[in-house]
């Protein structure tokens, strides 16, 4: 990794300059939405279902309406004039009917659907008044019964929603079916394998919160709230369900710590306190306590799938075909639907030249906690399908799994694959080479030798993944079923000064934007990093904007940013030819200065900034004062990054431990503008793979629907030394061809490649086929006494 460069370093692009955000989190400075409090503050509560499923018989809030401090009691009855939460992607079944869209009610209207359903908002002067007139709402219930497994929920007919009498939302497929099933049957070797992809619960640093006020004199609101995505937010609840003029509505996401995905949501809670802060005329203030988080953001993963590869006698790969059954939750989340489907089948093929692949995936309703985009968001469940089946395949057929890989790797771009991508670029040769060597697989042997003498097992395991980043474009995507844009926009406002803000639609939670836009901008106009300031979350300042998930913040937003750059640079170019008398033709910029070409006559960027704002020198009439550009962009395709890793294991036989001992990775994003913040994100993406491999495990009791995972005692998140001294590297890479910038995203790389990396060490130390994810001691254990 480069050295930290300083804020003045010059060419900035490629240096690992410092976050320039960190000083005011590492200080306590940060503003997070609980932070905000406004005048004439008040709080809400939330009581929430303490059933999976029931009938809300009754409902009375006498007793907390009278309680002390309490301003207002709303239930599902005051909501049911508005809209319910949309989903923002149309999903079609094989006979081409819709997807079943069940109304997502505000706050439970006659029924619950899943433990921590809201039931009602309590608004009170403090927290603590609004939490205990909660305990005072007398709510009866009829218990109905549960489905919680998605791979039981077609067997448990009607339970969820009248709209779905099967659990099904829909049965979608991708690829060639017919093709498919021909090839695997004149496949030499079949590989199959049947498994479980395990429910994650997000669990960033800050939880989720929301400060909505109501302005009476405009008639307007204001909302806080941790969120990645702000204009979303205010289209979604604005136009689908509160009928508020969105130029009526700002929404501010100050800073937020950790999304992960679940925070890029249209959730009630925000939405219930929108619309209740103008019926008691006051701000109203939440902010989830853990254990609500736990039982109501919405979860991740959770798919049963039945995958097979279908080889040649050479191993070279004819055919995949894979059966998924994806776990909805009660309710279709924002993006629910599209991510077991378009981001999930779509990835199937890899990096390899499968030239046949089917997937066929339905989707099902269950009465657990909406499940939506995490960290990878159906690219990691691919990868998984992919990798475990590849390197099974390799062990069955006693060939070593490296070079299983190289035997069907990708060689020539542009490729179109089987299940509708089309991939740019790349070199998995390269990245797979590079982590044989850094990984030290020659010297495994010796190593294992080792751990035996200790009465311990030691496997390897590789995984060689790629990522589809920056959702695009928006007309194909409209096809598909997209409800929304996927363009990115950026505005670049040059002050007289030659100073500079960047105004841009993706929103940072983490991911380091404050310095990474900054590099971009100062390295094209030559200034000093200082010079130039990031706004961003605040639909009352930004162009439109899409916000951050899918790792398309630099690839779609920063190219955004660059285009608007690009306006500003023809415009000086205009300015300095009245300055120098020339033809703004023959004027060149290089450096932070305008020039003419194969002369030294020359004028610096801050003097034109100047000019356009104090017009002496040129005709008012060519040129309209001002230095202030924007740009939208959207892209023509996706980014694709891609990798190769290799985990090392120990596993202790008596007691079933694993202990990670190497893990490897080289990545290829293409161009990279800050290597520390890439190395920063691969090695935070890793950690949170490594968690869902070997720890983290969201479980619902089968009968009654309780969440048994409602807690750090119970939901075991990876710590200090659960994890490696990890070796990664960034490989030269393939620049992508459809940016400017050449790059690609990075920020779920890491939570892609590294589950099936581990499970394949794993299954390769106890020499078994497969074993069950999260491999925790337990599991472990029983596959060693199942196989001895």
């Given at each position: 990794m480069n050295a930290p460069a300083t804020a003045t370093t010059a060419g900035f692009i490629g240096q690992s300059v410092r976050r320039r955000e960190d000083a005011r989190f590492l200080t306590g400075r940060g503003?997070?939405?609980?932070?905000?409090?406004?005048?004439?503050?008040?709080?809400?509560?939330?009581?929430?279902?303490?059933?999976?499923?029931?009938?809300?018989?009754?409902?009375?809030?006498?007793?907390?309406?009278?309680?002390?401090?309490?301003?207002?009691?709303?239930?599902?009855?005051?909501?049911?004039?508005?809209?319910?939460?949309?989903?923002?992607?149309?999903?079609?079944?094989?006979?081409?009917?819709?997807?079943?869209?069940?109304?997502?009610?505000?706050?439970?209207?006659?029924?619950v659907r899943f433990v921590g359903d809201a039931v009602a908002l309590i608004v009170a002067e403090t927290y603590a008044q609004a939490k205990a007139a909660a305990q005072l709402v007398e709510v009866e219930y009829e218990e109905l019964p549960a489905v919680v497994d998605c791979a039981a929920a077609k067997l448990v007919p009607g339970t969820v929603h009248d709209e779905a009498p099967d659990n099904v939302c829909y049965?979608?497929?991708?690829?060639?079916?017919?093709?498919?099933?021909?090839?695997?049957?004149?496949?030499?070797?079949?590989t199959r394998l049947e498994f479980r992809n395990n429910r994650l619960i997000p669990n960033a640093i800050e939880p989720r919160a929301a400060n909505a006020a109501y302005n009476p004199s405009d008639d307007s609101y204001t909302l806080y709230v941790a969120n990645q995505n702000p204009h979303v937010e205010r289209l979604l609840m604005c136009a689908f369900v509160l009928g508020i003029p969105e130029h009526k509505m700002r929404v501010v996401a100050p800073d937020v710590g950790g999304g992960f995905g679940s925070k890029i949501f249209l959730y009630a809670e925000e939405t219930a306190l929108v619309w209740a802060s103008k019926q008691i005329k006051r701000p109203i203030k939440w902010t989830a306590e853990r254990s609500e988080s736990f039982l109501s953001d919405a979860h991740g993963r959770d798919h049963a799938t039945v995958a097979e590869l279908g080889l040649d006698a050479n191993g070279k790969f004819l055919a995949m075909r894979v059966t998924t059954t994806a776990n909805l939750g009660s309710y279709l989340s924002t993006f629910a639907s599209s991510v077991p489907t378009i981001l999930y089948a779509t990835l199937l093929a890899g990096q390899y030249t499968t030239p046949r692949i089917y997937a066929e995936v339905t989707g099902v309703f269950t009465n657990t906690a909406p499940v939506?985009?995490?960290?990878?968001?159906?690219?990691?469940?691919?990868?998984?399908?992919?990798?475990?089946?590849?390197?099974?395949?390799?062990?069955?057929?006693?060939?070593?799994?490296?070079?299983?890989?190289?035997?069907?790797?990708?060689?020539?771009?542009?490729?179109?694959?089987?299940?509708?991508?089309?991939?740019?670029?790349?070199?998995?040769?390269?990245?797979?080479?590079?982590v044989i060597e850094i990984a030290d697989v020659a010297g495994f042997g010796a190593r294992r030798a080792a751990s035996e003498a200790k009465g311990l097992k030691r496997g390897m395991g590789y995984s060689t993944y790629i990522e589809a980043c920056g959702l695009a474009p928006s007309n194909i995507a409209g096809a598909l079923g997209a409800r929304a844009g996927l363009f990115e926009a950026g505005e670049v406002r040059v002050h007289p000064t030659g100073k500079v803000t960047i105004f841009t639609g993706s929103h940072s939670h983490g991911q380091g934007h404050e310095t990474t836009f900054a590099q971009v901008v100062a390295d094209k106009l030559g200034i000093p990093i200082d010079d130039v300031s990031i706004e961003h979350g605040d639909t009352g300042k930004v162009l439109f904007g899409m916000g951050t998930y899918g790792s398309r913040s630099l690839s779609v937003g920063g190219t955004a940013i660059v285009k608007a750059v690009d306006k500003v640079i023809a415009k000086g170019k205009k300015i300095a030819a009245h300055?120098?008398?020339?033809?703004?033709?023959?004027?060149?910029?290089?450096?932070?200065?305008?020039?003419?070409?194969?002369?030294?006559?020359?004028?610096?960027?801050?003097?034109?900034?100047?000019?356009?704002?104090?017009?002496?020198?040129?005709?008012?009439?060519?040129?309209?004062?001002?230095?202030?550009?924007?740009?939208?962009?959207?892209?023509?395709?996706?980014?694709?990054?891609?990798?190769?890793?290799?985990?090392?294991?120990?596993?202790?036989?008596?007691?079933?431990?694993?202990?990670?001992?190497?893990?490897?990775?080289?990545?290829?994003?293409?161009?990279?503008?800050?290597?520390?913040?890439?190395?920063?994100?691969?090695?935070?993406?890793?950690?949170?793979?490594?968690?869902?491999?070997?720890?983290?495990?969201?479980?619902?009791?089968?009968?009654?629907?309780?969440?048994l995972t409602g807690s750090y005692m119970d939901y075991a998140m990876p710590r200090a030394d659960d994890l490696p001294s990890f070796t990664i590297e960034t490989a030269k890479g393939t620049p992508c061809t459809h940016n400017p910038l050449g790059v690609k995203g990075c920020g779920e790389a890491g939570a892609i490649g590294s589950p099936p990396a581990v499970i394949n060490a794993i299954c390769h130390a106890l020499g078994i086929k497969d074993i069950a994810m999260p491999a925790t001691p337990h599991t472990v254990w029983q596959a060693i006494q199942t196989n001895r």
């Open positions: 503003q997070y939405t609980d932070d905000i409090v406004l005048p004439r503050q008040s709080y809400g509560f939330f009581l929430r279902s303490p059933y999976a499923h029931a009938r809300i018989k009754s409902l009375d809030a006498s007793a907390a309406k009278a309680a002390p401090g309490v301003l207002g009691v709303f239930s599902g009855e005051h909501f049911k004039a508005v809209g319910g939460l949309p989903c923002g992607w149309l999903i079609n079944s094989l006979d081409g009917s819709p997807m079943k869209e069940p109304k997502h009610p505000i706050l439970a209207d006659g029924k049965t979608w497929g991708c690829g060639d079916k017919a093709a498919t099933d021909a090839a695997m049957a004149a496949a030499a070797h079949v939506d985009a995490y960290r990878g968001a159906g690219r990691p469940e691919a990868t998984y399908v992919v990798e475990r089946l590849v390197e099974t395949a390799a062990h069955e057929m006693k060939i070593d799994p490296a070079e299983l890989r190289r035997r069907n790797f990708i060689h020539e771009f542009p490729y179109a694959t089987p299940v509708g991508l089309t991939y740019d670029t790349g070199d998995y040769d390269a990245t797979l080479k590079r300055l120098l008398e020339a033809a703004d033709t023959d004027i060149e910029f290089e450096n932070g200065v305008f020039k003419v070409a194969g002369t030294d006559k020359s004028v610096p960027f801050a003097s034109v900034s100047l000019t356009a704002y104090v017009p002496h020198n040129y005709p008012l009439d060519k040129l309209e004062p001002g230095l202030n550009e924007n740009a939208f962009y959207d892209p023509t395709n996706f980014t694709y990054p891609a990798g190769s890793y290799v985990c090392e294991v120990e596993v202790d036989p008596q007691t079933g431990v694993v202990r990670v001992d190497r893990f490897s990775a080289v990545d290829d994003f293409g161009n990279i503008v800050n290597p520390m913040i890439v190395e920063g994100q691969v090695q935070g993406g890793i950690a949170q793979g490594l968690g869902q491999a070997l720890l983290e495990h969201g479980i619902y009791d089968g009968e009654s629907g309780q969440l």
